[in-house]
């Protein structure tokens, strides 16, 4: 999995190493902007990352911490339902709608799942032929109609035959653009509706198909669909085909919706289900160099964190004789602590008191140290 999404990255690698050509073990506020920009990380998220930073020399994990933040609605929990599980796909024409439905078609065969599709595109010109290209392809059955005929007929039908039938899944594709946004508002609508008549609780999952090449254009398209029926997960195509895979970041940060797959290739098999750490770590390894524990110690004097210092593994209460201990024991737990917690610390705040990043938010946490431990600061 690791390697399709590294390798997919390739053209905006490419594309980051035109501003920073070189692996470096730190990168300056400047040098970050350019390259988050270059990345085409929208400019207003770039900003609200830098503004978090507190550090001049930015490290790997630091930069880690604040891209995680920005991918913590990527997460998807599948719903509860009642078999089949119906699906319904939308997006705008030439995104790549057809061909990530073949592909989930197949990444449910190959899970030993019964698919059966829809063909709820009857209003661009060929669409219904190439998804029956497609279904033929796969031995996967088609429901489908003539075009310019009723759509939400064509949903009904193929939920129907699935209910009959013992379908497990249930892929529907729908038009991409009408005359008007008003009429293809209407239309989604009322699928949605004749979805939930034909088998209630349907569709389980709505799909909005992102072109990946689009960038950062992309947002205000996903918030028009996500405005007329609500999206469950998006699907970004054509990764492997740009120099704009940065936009993921600015797209899960607008849009709060989890993404569920990248498209990797133009083969059956090319969806890869989207890890958030394998995307950020494969960016970061374009970047920043290994290094070795004692440069890694270094840095982080340079970057004013605490200074780790070497303690007795287990040190009984009855030793503790002065400060200096108790000030060792202090900094020993915070370290568990922040391996524990998987926490980035950012600075002393008091004494008693530390701010800390945590990798799934997008702003910085007080702990406070209190009776030998450590604690969130309530």
Known sequence: MFGFIKKSLGKTVDAIKTVAPKKKIYFSKDELEDILLEADVEYALVEIILNEIYQEKITRDILRSK????????????????????????????????????????????DGKKV????????????????????????????????????????????????????????????????????????????????????????????????????????????????????????ITKLDGTAKGGSIFSIAYALKLPILYVGTGEQPENLTPFDKYEFVDGLLDALFEETEEEEKEEVQTQQETITQKSVQTEIEEDEIENIDEQENIKEKTLETFLKEERLVFVKYISDSKALVNYANTPVDTTIQYSNGTWSYLK
């Open 67 to 110: 891209l995680l933040a920005t991918l913590s609605y990527t997460s998807y929990k599948e719903p509860e339902y009642t078999a089949p599980f119906v699906e319904l796909i939308v997006g705008v024409n030439g995104a790549g709608k057809t061909t990530t439905i073949a592909k989930l078609a197949y990444k449910y065969q190959q």
């Open 116 to 235: 059966i599709l829809g063909a709820g595109d009857t209003f661009r010109a060929a669409a219904i032929e190439q998804l029956t290209l497609w279904a033929n392809r796969l031995n996967i059955p088609i429901v489908s109609s003539k075009q310019g005929h009723d759509s939400s007929a064509v949903a009904y039908d193929t939920i129907d035959s699935a209910k009959a039938k013992g379908f497990d899944n249930v892929i529907i594709d729908t038009a991409g653009r009408l005359h008007t946004q008003t009429n293809l508002a209407n239309e989604l609508k009322k699928i949605n509706r004749i979805c939930d008549k034909a088998h209630p609780g349907s569709p389980h999952r709505t799909i909005l198909i992102i072109d990946g090449t689009q960038g950062n254009s992309a947002i205000s398209q996903a918030k028009a669909f996500d405005e007329m029926i609500g999206i469950d997960g998006i699907i």
